[in-house]
């Protein structure tokens, strides 16, 4: 249900969103910000976001997800499942790099769909088919519940997906609309996402795995959705546990155990040699899910911060300073955890979603309006930007002071946080970041035409207009009369600089065993010494297709949207 929106966004990313990309020949999302508006403020405030949002929203989550599974598969401590889960997943990250996640990524897909089509069968076949669910959901209630409370009872609109607009969890216009603008920004600019869309081989490559991509969405309905309320009814007292101290001893977090039902089901309904894989393929696509978040992180504080800093940094300090960035990350993300465990109920996914809705759609509305309407300036974009991020994260620590409370206690939260879903937020916050936009550009002056050509979808097909090179620096006179110019001593000083460094470096000193393996481990055993950091090429440099293949993708493309619209309506 709350999936599909993500659907038509990843299709929207490689029919729509990466030509413009390729096209305006970027390689993070900061840098398409960069040359689409000019000025650092923009690009910084946004990679300064990004690296933020990775912390709330998904190297946390990750880990204790994958600490989930781990606890419940070998009953240890949260944290030290956290630990040793980072402890694999830091090898994992230096030793392999993007090249390592895809190729695992593509096996791990194929392992986890096939057991997870296991899991739905003999889900299916322990409560008695789809209207045994039907019937034994509502009756699924745990044995320690208090009889006159509602605590850890079920909703009664549970397999409804178009719900209450006022009083459900999930209002139908949230879902439609509210939830639609942060999956474009999830989808079509983070920058985990579209690194690995730029990685393929060509446009054609692109949008095929983006089909896929979308056809695996229809899934998780009746692979996830469907197997964890199956898990409610095997399992009411751990899955549906409404004391707090009882929640405490079988999850670790008071506030509910709704998180483990999946990893409980893996454990207790798959046969043994089908649960020890099951478990491995899911946590490793979660360390894999941490992995790509890892080299995401890093090429954006290294490309988008650090180079600001020291625009003549050396390849190699670069790599060091993006993994020491990575040790911090990660830390950072740990002390975050509680916040996790106890945030919206105990839920993951809807601290996930709301956290999404105040800090992703600002952005999405300033990459949208930068694509497809060449008005839009860098005052434009700045100010709605800001002001957008500053009312989201108002409302992000007003939802973290004023926690949700628990069914038997009553809710004295402020108005803005209880009776504003954090869905209908996300439609405000997008409106009041459009029209702050909107109005800031068309009252300033318009972009110059180097910022727009190339870098909208109406230009994407122009040529790249370059800055108008500069005047030759005058001529100076020196005491002898010779007329030299200054560029010429610059060009000497940094070739008598260069000199230096080469014959410093002609003599390689020896270096220990243990200095060769931490070399090793940063990918970097072969440098023999240190050289400048080389202009990245573009990853795609043209946007033709060959017309078979095209006209193939955009068959797949109307009956993938088709699809979509079909089981929307069917389950709605």
């Not at 990309?21 to 900061?30: F, K, R, S």
């Not at 690296?51 to 240890?76: C, P």
């Not at 600019?189 to 695996?216: C, E, F, P, W």
């Not at 941490?290 to 490309?303: A, C, H, R, V």
Request: a neutral charge; hydrophobic letters at 50%; charged letters at 15%.
């Amino acid at each position: 249900m709350v999936w599909w929106p993500g659907i038509f966004s990843v299709l929207m990313l490689a029919w729509i969103f990466l030509p413009i990309y390729i096209a305006g020949q970027v390689t993070t999302m900061p840098e398409y910000l960069r040359k689409r508006f000019g000025g650092s403020r923009i690009p910084t405030t946004l990679a300064v976001l990004y690296l933020l949002m990775y912390i709330f929203t998904k190297i946390s989550v990750d880990m204790y997800a994958g600490a989930i599974f781990i606890q419940q598969s070998l009953h240890l401590d949260l944290y030290l499942a956290i630990v040793g889960l980072l402890a694999i997943t830091a090898v994992y990250t230096i030793t392999g790099g993007l090249a390592a996640v895809i190729y695992t990524d593509a096996v791990q897909t194929m392992i986890m769909l096939m057991g997870a089509l296991a899991l739905m069968g003999y889900s299916f076949d322990a409560v008695g088919g789809m209207e045994g669910l039907k019937e034994k959901y509502f009756l699924a209630l745990a044995s320690n519940r208090t009889e006159n409370s509602s605590c850890g009872l079920p909703r009664e609109d549970a397999f409804h997906i178009f719900r209450d607009p006022v009083t459900s969890d999930l209002p139908w216009p949230g879902i439609l609309l509210g939830m639609s603008v942060p999956s474009l920004w999830y989808w079509c600019t983070d920058q985990v996402i579209v690194q690995r869309s730029l990685a393929a081989k060509n446009l054609s490559h692109a949008k095929g795995g983006s089909l896929m991509a979308a056809y695996l969405k229809l899934l998780p309905l009746f692979m996830m959705v469907f197997p964890g309320m199956i898990s409610r009814v095997l399992f009411p007292d751990q899955v549906a546990c409404a004391d707090p101290e009882i929640c405490r001893k079988v999850c670790s977090n008071p506030s509910g155990c709704s998180d483990i039902a999946y990893p409980k089901l893996v454990l207790e309904i798959l046969p043994t040699g089908l649960r020890g894989l099951m478990m491995a393929v899911m946590v490793a696509a979660l360390m894999s899910s941490l992995t790509s978040i890892f080299n995401s992180s890093s090429t954006i504080f290294t490309m988008d911060l650090w180079n600001i800093t020291r625009p003549r940094a050396t390849e190699k300090e670069l790599m060091i300073v993006g993994r020491v960035f990575v040790l911090l990350l990660v830390l950072f993300s740990i002390l975050w955890i509680p916040v996790v465990q106890a945030s919206q109920g105990g839920q993951l996914f809807i601290y996930i979603q709301s956290v999404s809705s105040y800090l992703q759609p600002p952005v999405a509305i300033v990459f949208i309006m930068g694509c497809f309407w060449k008005r839009t300036n860098e005052k434009g974009a700045f100010w709605g930007l800001v002001l957008g991020l500053l009312l989201g994260f108002i409302r992000l620590v007003l939802d973290f002071i004023y926690l949700e409370p628990r069914c038997d206690q009553p809710d004295e939260r402020p108005t803005v946080v209880k009776n504003v879903h954090y869905l209908y937020f996300s439609i405000i916050l997008s409106t009041v970041t459009l029209v702050i936009v909107s109005t800031v550009s068309w009252f300033t002056a318009p972009p110059s035409k180097e910022m727009v050509s190339g870098l909208t979808w109406f230009t994407r097909h122009d040529p790249v207009v370059r800055k108008e090179q500069l005047p030759p620096l005058p001529l100076t006179l020196p005491q002898n009369g010779t007329p030299e110019s200054s560029s010429t001593s610059i060009q000497l000083e940094i070739v008598q600089e260069n000199m230096s460094q080469t014959h410093s470096c002609a003599v390689t000193p020896k270096r220990s065993k243990v200095v060769k393996a931490i070399l090793w481990l940063c990918g970097m055993e072969s440098k023999g010494k240190e050289e400048p950091m080389s202009k990245v090429e573009p990853v795609i440099t043209f946007l033709e297709e060959n017309p078979f293949v095209k006209t193939l993708l955009d068959i797949n493309l109307i009956i993938c949207i088709s699809c979509a619209i079909f089981v929307w309506g069917y389950f709605a």
